[in-house]
């Protein structure tokens, strides 16, 4: 799902083989790290893998959001 997501931005938004920086997103090893501490989340539309959330927490109170990625085809369609 990361290289369709990749290649999408890259076609929509970037020009002159430019290509958007996303470390790690066609490494399999660095899906599975970031899924060490179960904060990463599947979002499902209608039972089918839409998209995922990967959430850093920074400390006991904060936390961010590290990754959020929607499949190309389940954009516009208020997943997000």
Excluded: C
Aim: no cysteine.
């Amino acid at each position: 799902m990361m290289t369709s997501v990749e290649r999408d931005e890259a076609d929509r938004w970037y020009y002159n083989g430019e290509r958007p920086f996303i470390p790690g997103y066609d490494s399999i090893n660095m899906q599975k790290y970031h899924m060490w501490d179960k904060r990463y989340y599947k979002i499902m539309y209608n039972e089918i893998l839409a998209g995922v959330l990967l959430l850093s927490y920074t400390g006991r109170e904060h936390a961010r959001v590290d990754r959020f990625y929607v499949d190309p085809t389940f954009q516009n369609k208020g997943v997000g």
